[in-house]
């Protein structure tokens, strides 16, 4: 495994795991208060916007919390040329044949299984079919932008002190959680599901990135792919067995993957919220920037 490195000069004090909490409020603080002008003032927003949709600029601010909040924090704490170097963790993508068939392939066996579970898996969910076209550059520009703050700030700071798996499952709580006022506002995919397959999914989901995320040395990229794959919009309707089709594969990973997932890890490329430099960096001892 190997990655580009690119050194920044990095201020004494920067994020670490007791900048978490502050990740996760600023999320929360963002999201949630876009989500609550959204069920207040339905009416007005539509109006203005248009129907609550991946096409709502109000609902994509929403759903873009996460990268938002990741974003400002590596912004307070390492400045713009922090912002830059935390970037070039998209550019990361060399991992072994396993995961990419994982990437590529598992989760379209996932969601099928699940479709034929649930009796839909020969419905087509856009007609005419051509339409997926247009469908799919939402999928890809919005949910997955998501990781940039969940897999490409937070965990890898939490793995600091955690194993890989107890990272993942606090990142995919939060995750979760995040998602509530979803449920409540019409228009969304949630508004029609239950709650709890899908906080199960959000943890099994979280789990299953988690070593894209490693094997790759830090990719923000292959996560954030994942995350495209999970959302895509040419997959049969699968809830809520795909929940619990995807848990299954979480579980199977972490045994398969087990050295890797249930042991601390001591590589930087999987803690550092920059891209990692070469050699010695010779910087103080650290403070959290964000409480």
């Known amino acids: ?37 959204l069920l207040v003032f339905t009416e007005q927003v539509e109006a203005v916007f248009g129907a609550v949709s991946y096409y709502n600029p109000v609902f994509i601010l929403a759903v873009y919390s996460p990268a938002i909040a990741g974003l400002a924090l590596v912004w307070r704490c390492h400045g713009v040329r922090g912002v830059l170097s935390f970037l070039r963790r998209f550019g990361l993508w060399r991992m072994p044949a396993i995961w990419w068939v994982l990437l590529v392939l598992g989760v379209p066996v996932g969601k099928y299984v699940s479709a034929a579970l649930n009796g839909t898996v020969t419905e087509f969910p856009i007609s005419p079919w051509y339409g997926v076209f247009a469908a799919l550059i939402p999928a890809l520009l919005i949910g997955p932008v998501e990781e940039i703050g969940w897999h490409g700030v937070a965990r890898p700071l939490l793995q600091r002190r955690y194993t890989p798996l107890t990272s993942a499952l606090i990142v995919g709580v939060f995750w979760g959680l995040w998602h509530l006022p979803a449920f409540a506002l019409a228009g969304t995919e949630q508004h029609a599901w239950s709650f709890g397959p899908f906080f199960l999914g959000a943890l099994a989901l979280s789990v299953l990135m ?33 929940n619990y089709v995807f848990a299954i594969a979480a579980v199977l990973v972490v045994l398969l993957n087990r050295n890797a997932m249930l042991r601390r890890t001591r590589d930087p490329a999987l803690t550092e919220v920059l891209m990692p430099a070469q050699g010695p960096s010779g910087r103080a001892r650290p403070t959290a920037c964000a409480p």
């Open 210 to 242: 988690t070593p894209l995320g490693n094997a790759s040395g830090g990719s923000i990229l292959l996560p954030a792919l994942f995350h495209f794959q999970a959302n895509g919009p040419a997959w049969p309707e699968g809830q809520p067995w795909e």
């Open 1 to 37: 495994m190997s990655f580009t490195a690119y050194r920044v000069r990095r201020s004494p004090r920067e994020l670490t795991t007791r900048s978490v909490p502050m990740f996760f409020a600023l999320t929360f603080v963002i999201g949630w208060g876009l989500l609550a002008v």
